[in-house]
């Protein structure tokens, strides 16, 4: 009956006269929410704007939070369409940190370890949530930055207010003050998936578990017509639920559900999206959500009609948004204790007083993100005179020990299971040391430990162990002064290889800087020890080498790369240059000596998906090269890729050797869906003794080879076979690949 009586009201007012604005009936929306399926609310707005219906107030919870909280800020239905349809689906349900906004060595952290979880009081945990959701606040604080110094949210375009839940207490939380972008992503904090959100020292989490439908808080805005939508499931059976996802959401919809009875009749046009075969996450599927939420609008047009008809709702709605620079007068940290001011600035990327653009901040927040350090971070810029202030809000992550677990195999170091423990605050404020332990065929390992001080110097220190088992081709015996054969055997007479065993120590004091995370620039002092031997040869004495070597050096690295294993886009330069003054000369025959090395990389997209990676490398020594450890290797592939150690088609594992060498490489990758690919790639090499010394190694190559692959992207990383051939052998190699490499 009541809602007879209001339709007759609606019609009445609206037969009467548009003219009379102040006496027209106040219309509120309220959004329900439902993850992904909470799109469709974009359809009905979009209907609603159609039929000029004026929106005053404007509810939600969670995802109608969401699309609220930005339809209450000045933007239409046509932009939140256009925004919706390209955003990263996939980057909004995890912490998407691309690799450029990444530091070198947290670069190392994802393309390394397939497993990280904490460690602490050398107890296994698990993290609090799968994301904190920095993609999402970048996000809205770039939408949003139009209004980025309201606090009352009834001074917005059209007056807003969202729920959140208290995860301490689970009672209901109405925010309708404060930050905007904060205040809509904690009402949708999805408990498990996102983590919680801080506001004013309380917890929050997604406010669809104790009030999904904000209907009363709207009427209480001063509501007198009330359109609600709704795209919450009903409860599931036990054939739909089919994870951990959906037990989550039937237990939270068992309240839901049983409040809706009641707020269904007090909503005067219900409208129900049909949103069945969608889940929370299916954003991928958002043309066709907003199309349901369309749809749903009309079903109901005829009652829209009679509150609608005003021609300047679009006027009204829509709000010039902010696209220039910021200036940043100041940098408010709240919350350090283990970290200093220096190292958040160097990670955000500027200091107090400059100007940036949102990209800025973006990447910025990125870099702080990636870190790990911080277990919660949320920013708002307050305004300071004629810029702003940026204001951080800072949660140091209490966790200072991780277990990352990895595994692989390769042609070269062969099956083994990487353990690695990392100590975060170690001795110092913003330091780390991490130990890398493979336990397989071959054990290795890689200590390092390093003081980040951001814009300024840092200093870290290096040990690492490494060995592996391989057959070599006698013929680079001859480039050995301390292997000599006995008279009257000639080296054509010999088997073609022979094993060898091979163990280096390698420790390193680094001082380096950085700029914007691409450009790292080294300096320090390294020192080598090697044991190479045979114990498969009988002939003259089988050590190759068993001397110490100290040496400085000095190194560049460059490198925008989206993915180290299958680039689409970026640019890569690396460079290193090494002098060695001293050894413990077990040969006899040492001078002082330098080596060269670098290699430039870039790719690009060519079609859809269709990418092509360019690729060059090479190494020289400068002097006598004392020992078969700082030769260069060339073939096989798979393998963790060392200075003097290169991957290279068509040819077996360390099967190309010489003290100088230069490559080149073109790989097409294509990927047939999605993580998985098909490869094609042609490489050509010149090898040889001081092969710089002329200019033939410019005009003609030495070695060619050329290889098809599959490789396919898992949790582990990746896995890769090669089939690869050489025109100039006639020969072929397979090689296999399983998990990221180390």
């Known amino acids: 009956m009541r809602r007879i009586i209001v339709l007759l009201a609606m019609t009445f007012v609206t037969g009467i006269s548009f003219a009379q604005e ?85 670069k190392k952290n994802d393309e390394i370890y397939a497993l990280t979880l904490p460690f602490d009081k050398f107890k296994i945990g698990l993290p609090k949530a799968f994301s904190r959701g920095m993609y ?110 959906d037990v989550l959401l039937q237990i939270s919809n068992y309240s839901t559900i049983n409040q809706m009875k009641n707020k269904v009749g007090m909503t005067d046009i219900y409208i129900k999206p049909d949103i069945s075969g969608y889940t929370v996450i299916s954003f991928e599927e958002g043309k066709a959500i907003i199309e349901r939420g369309v749809e749903a609008a009309n079903v109901k047009l005829d009652e829209i009609k009679k509150i609608g008809g005003r021609k300047n709702v679009l006027q009204k709605q829509f709000v010039p948004k902010y696209k220039d620079e910021l ?132 200093v870290g220190i290096n040990s690492k162990f490494n060995q592996f088992s391989s057959d070599l081709r006698f013929k680079m015996l001859a480039n050995n002064e301390r292997f000599e054969l006995p008279p009257g055997i000639d080296l054509s007479s010999l088997p073609s290889k022979f094993s060898v065993d091979y163990k280096d120590v390698e420790n390193r004091l680094v001082f380096q800087t950085f700029y914007q995370q691409k450009f790292l620039l080294a300096v320090g002092l390294e020192h080598r020890y090697f044991d190479i031997k045979s114990n498969t040869l009988s002939i003259n004495e089988s050590i190759f080498d068993r001397s110490t070597y100290l040496g400085g050096f000095a190194n560049f690295t460059f490198d925008t790369y989206d993915n180290k294993y299958f680039p689409r886009k970026g640019f890569m330069f690396k460079g290193e240059y090494k002098n060695y003054f001293y050894s413990s000369d077990y040969l006899n025959n040492f001078q002082n000596f330098s080596t060269i090395t670098g290699q430039v990389g870039y790719a690009s997209r060519l079609t859809d998906k269709l990418y092509v990676d360019l690729r060059s490398r090479m190494g020289a020594t400068i002097g006598n090269t004392p020992s078969i450890g700082f030769m260069y290797f060339l073939g096989g592939y798979g393998f963790a890729e060392r200075d003097n150690i290169i991957p290279f088609f068509g040819y077996d594992l360390l099967s190309i050797t010489g003290n100088s060498y230069i490559t080149g490489s073109l790989n097409l990758d294509y990927e047939i869906f999605k993580k998985h690919h098909i490869n094609f790639t042609a490489n050509f090499a010149n090898v040889g003794e001081d092969i710089f010394s002329g200019s033939d190694w410019l005009f003609k190559s030495k070695y060619s080879g050329y290889a098809i692959g599959y490789g396919m992207q898992t949790m582990i990383g990746p896995i890769e076979v090669k089939y690869g051939y050489s025109p100039d052998t006639g020969s072929s190699y397979t090689a296999f690949s399983v998990g990221f490499w180390f």
Not at 47 to 76: C, F, H, K, P, R
Not at 144 to 158: K, S
């Open 22 to 106: 102040e006496e027209r009936p106040k219309v509120g929306v309220v959004l329900s929410g439902g993850g992904a399926k909470g799109l469709a609310h974009i359809g009905v707005l979009k209907v609603l704007e159609e039929q000029g219906v004026q929106v005053d107030y404007i509810t939600g919870t969670s995802m109608g939070a969401i699309v609220g909280g930005l339809y209450a800020s000045g933007y239409t239905a046509a932009e939140l369409d256009s925004i919706f349809s390209s955003i990263d689906a996939t980057a909004l349900i995890r912490d998407y940190i691309p690799r450029v906004s990444k530091s070198f060595y947290e």
């Open 136 to 245: 999402n606040y970048n996000l809205m604080n770039k939408l949003l930055a139009h209004v980025r110094h309201v606090r009352d949210f009834n001074e917005l375009n059209i007056p807003f207010l969202c729920i959140a839940t208290n995860i301490e207490t689970g009672k209901p939380v109405l925010i309708d003050s404060g930050y905007l972008p904060q205040a809509i992503l904690a009402s949708g904090a999805f408990p498990s998936l996102f983590a919680p959100v801080v506001i004013d020292e309380h917890h929050l989490i997604d406010g669809g578990i104790v009030n999904n439908y904000p209907i009363e808080e709207l009427r209480a805005l001063g509501a007198d017509i009330i359109i609600g939508v709704d795209v919450q499931d009903g409860l599931k059976t036990m054939e739909d639920i089919n994870g951990a996802a």
């Open 327 to 458: 200036y940043v007068n100041e940098i408010d940290i709240n919350g350090l204790t283990r970290y200093t001011r220096r190292y958040i600035h160097g990670k955000l990327g500027f200091k107090p007083e400059s100007f940036i653009s949102f990209d800025d901040l973006e990447k910025g927040i990125d870099q702080l993100n990636a870190t790990d350090n911080f277990s919660s971070i949320s920013y708002r810029f307050d305004q300071n005179g004629d810029g702003d202030a940026l204001v951080l809000d800072i949660v140091e992550n209490p966790i200072k020990r991780y277990l990352k677990l990895g595994v692989h195999y390769d042609g070269l170091y062969k099956s083994a299971a990487l353990v690695n423990v990392t100590q975060k605050n170690l001795l110092m404020k913003s330091d780390v040391a991490s130990l890398d332990l493979a336990v397989g065929d071959n054990v290795r390992y890689n200590f390092n430990y390093f003081v980040d001080n951001g814009f300024y110097w840092s």
